[in-house]
């Protein structure tokens, strides 16, 4: 067996989304893996049951850990230290998670909050603090991946048409905006350490009566990517398709957007050539936005996962395709509320006083004249800054 690389701890790892995590990592030879939870008897029979597949490369430990107890935390700190010898924790996955609002009403509403908060909020500040000095050792780029929820994003949730059966959960939905605060706040007080905060979808599990409608065999492969190898921004926000846009309702609030678009409509090169049989050279997923979230990742095997899109039929798609894909992005996110269509920036000039950009895009305007019936009007504008989105192929006129 090859020397482990990669110390990844997962919190409640016994069973759900934590132990699915947990299996498909195990198939890693370079992963020294820690399995963790409160009962101690669980967490021996879930890493016998890991352990004894037959595609297991990864070095097995177990430790229990109740995140809802200092003394527990803090002996698992001591315990996991003794294990690594002398190595780093690289990855601190936090999954635990409870849910009590389906017994508010024999609880009271009070207890039911302090016993959702006592894992979901408390625990992870907690047991995230506890591991630092571990995880600060860690020379492979250390993160903390915390298991989040739809729920725990605050624009979402203010969504009126936004669906979820759990809306009315109070504690539990409550407790996942606050863990999507702490991953903020862990972020801005390390930046040595990559933290993100993941929604895994609706998954059949335990804290749902096995009511979720994904498998969490799937649903756990977000967190196995983020466990294996830093992905995306440091705080960030992720679900299946990639980056959640629910985090904030504006990612950068009071921007007064104007896009420029010369042709006459979306699509840029895909837009103007229309030839038969036109395709992309490259798998389709390459030319689709990675900041949307509507793609899937579709698992193949255990261990590896590739890419592929529901709506392109091809692996390289063709140009219809592709155009529609475009446009269809400018729908879902109402874009065109910005975009002046048949508008050609002709000239663009920087004023030092004003430290303003001055534009002047022109558009076409028919004139009854047939012979010559397009004209130009140039119209001036001014920004702030400029992006310039130009194909390498066009050319200032
Ligand atoms: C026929 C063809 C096939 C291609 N196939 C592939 C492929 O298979 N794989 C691949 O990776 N790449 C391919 N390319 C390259 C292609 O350019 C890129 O895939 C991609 O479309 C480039 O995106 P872009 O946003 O940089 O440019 P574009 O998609 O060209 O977008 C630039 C936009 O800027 C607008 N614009 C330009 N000048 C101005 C101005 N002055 N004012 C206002 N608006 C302006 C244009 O109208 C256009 O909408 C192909 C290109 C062509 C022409
Ligand atoms: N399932 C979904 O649809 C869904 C959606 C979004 C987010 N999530 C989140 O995903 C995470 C995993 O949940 P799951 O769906 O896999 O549910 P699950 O099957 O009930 O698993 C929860 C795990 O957390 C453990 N746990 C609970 N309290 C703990 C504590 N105080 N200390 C240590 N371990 C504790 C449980 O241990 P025991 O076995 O001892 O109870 C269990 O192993 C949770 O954070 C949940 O909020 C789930």
Redesign the pocket.
Known sequence: MSTPTLAILI????????FETARHLSKHPHIHLFI????PS?VQEAQENITKEEDCKAVIDNVV????DDASIKAGVKEVEAKLNGAALDVLVN?????FDRQIETLGLRTAMEKTY???VF?VAVISESFLPLLKKSTVGPRIVN???GVGSLSLMSKKNWISDNLSFIAYNSS?AALSSITCTLAMKNPDIHVTVL?????A????NFT?TMD?KD?SMLIVQHALERTGKSPGFYTTGGEDLGWFPQRIPNVNLTIYEKNAGMGGAWYLDRYPELACDIPSHCVRFFVFTDFKIVISLPSKYQLSFEENSALYAPDPEICAYLEGIVDKYKLMQYIRLQHELVHARYDELTAKRHLRPRRPVVHSDPVNSIDYKEIEDMADVLFAGLDGLSRWT
Request: hydrophobic share 20%.
């Open positions: 919190t409640g790892s016994n069973q759900g989304l934590g963790s939870g409160r009962n669980r850990i109740d995140v809802s999954n635990a998670g409870v849910g006592a894992t979901n625990g298991v989040g929820s996942k929604n895994p979808g609706s998954n599990t335990n804290i749902n979720g969490p649903g």
